[in-house]
């Protein structure tokens, strides 16, 4: 569901010339909200999977072990409940008749007949390289960045790479290898990114039990960790840097 919602979100990022219109941003707002809901379970689910990874001979493991499920079960309950909404249910409704036959789609005028008419592949190289361009000028900063705006960059990170796996099927295959190579390094920086933010929230989860009296032996993000990932991510958007100077 939370893959199926971010590629959903990034279209609308990525179209976004063509799909402004009154009811968009709307409609982005409640599917971040929706995002944000199920992300907070997942954390838990991969914070939960750490700590059961623990020896249950050391002091206190099945303790924090059952702590740990009862917080990830209270968030499951929450989960439920708001699926079940009346905010959920209109968040389906509305979303699904904005992209059938929302305003975006009917919009006249020169420019909007104009972004409509302009194909599809010559808008969606230039997007890709003007998204390119963007996440490399920012991974410059990678590491002084500090949690949340490395967080952000990852964020970033998956569209772009979300973007370029939708849109394979758009390029005849020899224009579209140079997005495949830049596609790889996108998806080992992904994946140390998504590391460093996996082990900075459950370092932020156990805080949270931590002032209920739970102590969590165990260190989702060590320093050795954190610079080793920061290392593959840095790596990655260097080797992607030169491609894009090739290109």
């Known amino acids: 569901m939370r893959l199926a919602l971010t590629h959903l979100r ?9 799909v402004h219109d009154t009811i968009r941003d709307e409609v982005r707002d409640e599917l971040k909200w929706l995002n944000s809901e199920l992300g907070a379970v997942r954390d838990l689910d991969v914070a939960v999977s750490r700590v059961k990874a623990l020896d249950m001979k050391r002091p206190r493991a099945a303790e924090v072990v059952r ?3 009862e917080k990830r079960a209270e968030s499951h309950r929450y989960l439920a409940r708001m699926l079940n909404s009346v905010r959920y249910r209109w968040l389906i409704d509305q979303t699904a008749g904005w992209i ?4 975006w789609s009917t919009k006249t005028g020169k420019q909007a007949a104009k972004q409509r008419a302009s194909p599809i592949d010559s808008y969606s190289a230039s997007r890709l390289e003007e998204w390119e361009d963007k996440l490399l000028k920012r991974s410059r900063k990678l590491r002084k960045m500090d949690t949340k705006k490395r967080h952000r960059l990852r964020l ?3 569209k772009l790479t979300y973007s370029i796996d939708s849109l394979e099927d758009v390029f005849a295959d020899d224009p579209f290898s140079e997005q495949k190579t830049a596609l790889k390094h996108l998806i080992k920086a992904q994946k140390s990114l998504g590391q460093l933010n996996d082990g900075a929230r459950g370092n932020e989860l156990a805080g949270e039990l931590e002032q209920k009296g739970v102590q969590t032996p165990v260190k989702f ?3 050795e960790r954190e610079k080793r990932l920061m290392k593959k991510a840095s790596k990655a958007y260097r080797k992607l840097g030169k491609l894009r100077q090739r290109g």
């Open 221 to 223: 993000l060590k320093p």
């Open 100 to 103: 059938e036959n929302g305003p």
């Open 10 to 18: 990034t279209a609308i990022l990525f179209f976004s010339p063509m």
């Open 156 to 158: 970033f990170n998956k």
């Open 67 to 69: 702590s740990w499920d």
